[in-house]
């Protein structure tokens, strides 16, 4: 999770008159030859602004939240929320994973001739 600095799609941008797209292909690239998997995100689309609010405003989505195979299997309910710009210049990113912990299938049980072992 994190501020990457790049866009992966053009409506990343709230103005996108001018769009990098071989800075977007690479970085989507980059993503794909890690094996990441992007969560995807609810709530406000673009997570940074420029803070020009009167003259240039502009919005992008600068920050996600990739995972590898292996951490999807083990949240496979996370979700992803953008939540508003308020003090930064970036929007705050809340992952919520619905971790539940397994109970063993099995219960440990104490043997007392454990006890008469030298090296125990």
């Known amino acids: 999770m994190g501020d990457f600095n790049n866009m992966?799609?053009?409506?990343?941008?709230?103005?996108a008159s001018y769009v990098n797209h071989g800075r977007m292909r690479s970085f989507c690239n980059y993503v794909k030859n890690c094996g990441l998997i992007n969560l995807g995100f609810s709530g406000p689309a673009y997570s940074w602004t420029n803070r020009r609010f009167f003259t240039s405003p502009l919005y992008e989505r600068l920050d996600?939240?990739?995972?590898?195979?292996?951490?999807?299997d083990m949240f496979p309910n996370a979700?992803?929320?953008?939540l508003p710009i308020m003090l930064s210049d970036h929007a705050p990113v809340l992952?919520?994973?619905?971790?539940?912990?397994?109970?063993?299938?099995?219960?440990?049980?104490?043997e007392n001739w454990w006890l008469l072992?030298?090296?125990f």
């Open 8 to 15: 992966m799609y053009p409506c990343d941008k709230s103005n």
């Open 64 to 72: 996600r939240f990739f995972a590898n195979p292996e951490w999807s």
């Open 79 to 82: 979700n992803v929320y953008n």
């Open 95 to 110: 992952a919520v994973l619905h971790f539940k912990f397994k109970k063993p299938t099995y219960q440990f049980k104490f």
């Open 117 to 119: 072992e030298e090296d």
